[in-house]
């Protein structure tokens, strides 16, 4: 692929491609030895240089192949290389495809970035294996007071601190408002009045007769995404796994039920069938959408510039989740982390608390269109340069993420937990297992992933 790699010691950038969040198919050679390779390299990552104004490092930071994302870190690299001219920064893409088999080859190989942009689902996997380095060795002892204790409680394994927290992300309901008025629906006014779940399938029922194909597309993108329908799990009322992070818990009346609710919305012909966890991409969820064969579609806030290329702002507007007994959405977003190949941390991680300080959180929230992981940040208004409005309500709905799903999420045997969840949940969308039965079957794929 093209060689989109810039180094910044003061200068821009250019764009680079969209978002595709999961990684690069290198073969990944060695990778049964890669543990004990890292644990030769990792733990606290000591005996860097000095993080001051005159220290000198050479670092490279891979970011998802988002342009503007891509933009903006070789902005804050500018900035920080001004105040430590000795240091320079690269920023890199990180490829296209299977992510943990293409990080999993370069810290292997000793040629990871130093610098990695890693999701919450995966940082545990690299916390527990030294992919990625413990940092509280670099950091104040009160430097997590200000993040939200979801996330700050999320980016630590063992009680220490692996990556540091950049943004979240998260899902709520897309419409287009021409459906809406042929139904005479509003949408809610605010969190408190979120559609219930038994009020959500009646509408859908209404946008399905209004659209003459489906009601709703889903934001599921394959495997690795299987995760994203565990906000419906826990409105029911269920957990994946307990409170003890290793025994299965879905396998209960509300996991059954949570199943059965999700599966009768493929049954009964609101979702497209093809819009399963494996079966489903960015491109064709959001096609659904704005060709009108779907009225409403559940996805993230990150896909709203993809809706604003298929269809005018006036044509579609943003609502809440439904909720069952109690609130619940998807938990998205990135940490920063330093990889354990890495031959200067103390540098690495002073950039990385550069870039998440509360004034370049702003500035990425705000311009990036991501939501804030601060405290400081996430009780006062955003300007965001587009969709002030959705963004918005979409910061409200992030305040519903379950800690204890983020929990699960961030376990490092996670990695193996959704691959069950992608396999299982496709069987019993398109009715080839029964709720109860998915219910057993993914009880049965943790306890062997956790053994």
Known sequence: MPDHTTT????GARPVSRRRLLGYGAAAAGALGVGSLLSACGGSGGGGVPAGPDARADLVLSSWQIPVDIVTYRKFAADYTA???NVTITVQETPGGDFNQWFTTQLAGGSAPDIIR???QQIGRYAQNNGV???DDYLAPDYGADFAPTFWSAAQLDGR?????QHTDTFATFYRTDVFSKIGVTPPAGLDEAWTLEQFVDIAREVKRATGAYALSYGFGGVPTGYRWLPFLYMHGGQLVADDGVTPAIDSPEGVEALAWFQRLYTDGLIPMSNTVK???????????????????IFGDWIMSDVGKGLPQEAWGVTYMPRGRSAASDLGGNLLAVTATCKNPAVAADFIQFVCNEQNMRYFCENDLFLPVRTALSQQPLAYK??????TLFAEQATTVPASMAKVQTSPKFNAINQVLADELDLCWTGQKTPADTARSIAAGIRNATA
Not at 161 to 165: A, C, L, N, Q, T
Not at 386 to 391: K, S
């Open 83 to 85: 105040t430590h001219p």
């Open 133 to 135: 380095i413990a940092l």
């Open 279 to 297: 079966g489903s991409n960015d491109a064709s969820t959001v096609n659904s959408f704005i060709t009108g064969q779907a009225g409403m579609m």
């Open 8 to 11: 910044s010691s003061g200068a």
């Open 118 to 120: 890693i999701t919450w």
């Open 161 to 165: 601190v692996h990556g540091i927290p």
């Open 386 to 391: 587009a969709q002030q409005q959705q963004m």
